[in-house]
């Protein structure tokens, strides 16, 4: 018997049938509360624990469930959570997967026969569960050298569960519960494109109202949203969506707040908002600090050389390509520099830039760059509008509008 003093017979039977009490009890008072607990496979708790000693010392509790009528109207749902429970104290972890998703199966047909939604907690902690457990699995599994393929099989096990609850009625508040379940699920496995359709039947069906739903629910759709639109590079939305999840996080949740950030200072960088150091200090952020340093100061060697530090990281979150792009936003703040320098030298020549002085800063920067580089980068930001002017291609000089000659992005990266 794994883990445990040794335990007679009689107190493994008392202990089996105390959970069956207590099963039976929540199912009749309608409380989802101690339900919920009751099938908390993962959390480790001591009463669960004990149990799973009671179930590997009494092994014939299938006949104690089966000779009660009582007990027997659930017996679909708790004889494979036993056996879940018998496997996970043992850690045979695909085993346990397997018997969870077995009972699973029967919880849901179960709660679709419930009128209301009084079992809703429940049904989050299966959903939690099927996740989780068949993570662990997995990784049981590539520790074997066999092929990990639970996990995708609680995605379809989960899309089961979403369909129960996304339909009219008191229960659909959980479908957005499921759905980040869905989405920590497709994220992992890479597969992200299988989000489309769940976000689909979220955001159609309008016979909810967004606001509706549980705060952290909302929180942590708009976070798992807000990545997809930095995927699809669509700034302007990841925007709003990352923005919407750290103003609605608890801001107690230090390191919930440090995930949104992660994905938010790059999309903010990108539509040319930049975050202060205390903010990036205070998170952990600190591999943005250069960053924001470069754009600062127009440094483009510190900006490379800040993606080639952090190169690993940045691909890793699917990042880098929008820090990349910032290199625009570097010769434009560098040109505005020099434009300034010269207004104080001389307010009549200001916006007339030669290339030959932009050749020099770069050199002063320590970037090899020859005049037709410089002239090509200056057509690009004219073309992009990160520049108000035109190109004096003669006398190789960058004449600048008099009126706002770098305009603000105003919520647009500079990409589009």
Known sequence: ?????????????????????????????????????????????????????????FQ????????SNEYAQYADIILPLFRTLQSYRLRNLVESYQAFEKAANSFIQEFRNWES????????????????????????LTANGKTPEKLKG????????F??????????????????????????LGTVHLCRSVIRSIETARIFDFEEFPV????????????????????????H????????????????????????????????????????????????????LSLRRGDLRLLRHALLEHEDRFLRSGVYLVLEKLELQVYQRLLKKIHLIQKEKDPNKAHQIKLDVIVKAMKWLQMDMDIDEVECIMSILIYKNLVKGYFAHKSKVVVLSKQDPFPKLNGKPVSS
């Open 241 to 292: 969506k990352l923005s919407y999840a750290l103003t609605h996080c608890n801001s107690r949740k230090g390191a919930n707040m440090r995930m949104i950030l992660k994905y938010l200072v790059p999309v903010k960088l990108s539509i040319g908002v930049l975050p202060r150091a205390s903010l990036l200090e205070s998170y952990g952020l600190t591999e943005y600090s250069d960053i924001v």
């Open 117 to 140: 939604a009084w079992a809703l907690e429940a049904v989050y902690v299966l959903a939690y569960e099927i996740r989780v457990l068949a993570e662990r699995a997995d990784r049981e």
């Open 1 to 57: 018997m794994a883990g445990g003093a040794y335990m007679s017979m009689g107190e493994a039977h008392r202990r089996i049938l105390e959970y069956l009490n207590r099963f039976s009890d929540a199912v009749s008072t309608q409380d989802g509360k101690s339900l919920s607990r009751l099938l908390s496979i993962s959390s480790d708790s001591p009463q669960l624990l004990s149990l799973a000693d009671a179930l590997n010392t």
């Open 163 to 188: 369909s129960t609850l996304a339909g009219k009625g008191p229960k659909r508040v959980g479908a957005l519960y499921v759905t980040c379940q869905l989405f920590k699920i497709y994220f992992k």
């Open 60 to 67: 014939d509790f299938s006949r104690l469930i089966r000779q």
């Open 216 to 239: 952290r629910d909302r929180v942590t759709y708009m976070y798992y949203t807000g990545r997809l639109e930095v995927y699809n590079e669509n700034f302007p939305a990841a925007d």
């Open 154 to 161: 609680a995605g379809s096990l989960l899309m089961k569960v």
